[in-house]
């Protein structure tokens, strides 16, 4: 059988969020035991069926939202493509955060250099062209897996199957995508936590916005969110995290916040501070002024008491 080229592109959709069909999350027509139950309940899948082939169904992609109960879930599209002229433009190039190759059923020739069926071109230069827009992708960067081969970086994805069927790639590139929607929440992050510091006197907001940001670290960041049992899937997701980098990405967003929670207890310290200093200057000016009233009332006492006895010495006729 001959092998089958599949060309995608990966986008944002920022401006719609889905929700899953039904109570149980599916994704290649299967209910997806891929995640950890907890991640799971923050991810939602709605696929494009295009046509059937045989027994299978073939999608024409799907859209994906991540962390979607967070103030920033991410919402990315995948649209199988013809490997046309026109992905190839400058324009349309930029729209893509990604692109994406899966050859199936894959052939090798006698020389040991792996080939598509049907004399087609070498694999790694026709995706390299549809990936990078350039020849740089060789036929040594792809790593050797148990399905075949596979390369990834922060560009897109490139798999060489040596079966037929497409399940586990699409898996695999939905683990690409939630990549790219953690690189950008952390990014999002990053970017509203330093514009809420150029104007330091709104602590509201400063506030609002590093709690929004603990919380998803803490609750949507998975160093692995594949469940272990799936090992081989479990490894490919450590090799797509490190392609996007993300632990340093992790790391750098919690320091950042970090720094942004010891700023915010810098204020409120000064704040109290502040208080607790007009406070004492108010009940200095208070004691003050109930000096001076003492004071006062004391050399009014005086001179009534002076009165007083220079009256009586006048009614007594001393002087």
């Excluded at 704040?271 to 007009?278: G, I, L, M, N, P």
Aim: charged fraction near 25%; glycine fraction near 4%.
């Amino acid at each position: 059988m001959a092998s089958r080229i599949y060309y995608a592109v990966i986008r944002n959709r920022d401006n719609l969020k889905v929700d899953n069909v039904g109570d149980v999350l599916r994704f290649c027509g299967d209910d997806i035991h891929l995640f950890n139950p907890i991640f799971k309940e923050t991810l939602s899948i709605k696929e494009n069926t295009a046509y059937e082939k045989g027994d299978d169904i073939e999608y024409d992609g799907w859209i994906a939202t991540f962390f979607k109960d967070s103030q920033y879930a991410q919402t990315l599209e995948l649209k199988v493509v013809n490997n046309n002229i026109d992905n190839h433009q400058p324009n349309e190039y930029r729209k893509h955060l990604a692109r994406v190759v899966i050859v199936t059923n894959m052939d090798e020739s006698e020389e040991g250099k792996i080939t598509f069926a049907e004399g087609k071109s070498s694999y790694c230069e026709d995706a390299s062209l549809f990936i990078r827009r350039s020849k740089s992708l060789k036929a040594d960067s792809p790593i050797e897996v148990s399905s075949g081969w596979r390369h990834v970086d922060g560009q897109g994805l490139l798999l060489i199957n040596n079966y037929t069927c497409v399940k586990q790639p699409r898996r695999i590139t939905l683990l690409l995508m939630l990549a790219i929607a953690y690189f950008k929440a952390f990014q999002k992050i990053n970017e509203e936590l330093a514009e809420a510091l150029k104007s330091i006197d709104d602590i509201d907001k400063i506030e609002k916005i590093f709690s929004v940001a603990s919380k998803f670290n803490a609750r949507y960041y998975f160093f692995n969110p594949v469940q272990v049992s799936s090992y081989h899937t479990y490894k490919c997701w450590e090799n797509i995290r490190d392609a996007f980098d993300l632990q340093s990405k992790y790391q750098e967003t919690n320091e950042q916040i970090q720094q942004v929670h010891q700023i915010l207890s810098h204020i409120n310290q000064k704040k109290q501070e502040d208080e607790k200093y007009e406070h004492q200057k108010k009940n200095d000016k208070w004691n003050k002024n109930i000096t001076i009233l003492a004071v006062f009332l004391s050399i009014v006492g005086l001179v009534e008491a002076i009165k007083a006895i220079y009256e009586l010495l006048v009614s007594w006729n001393i002087i």
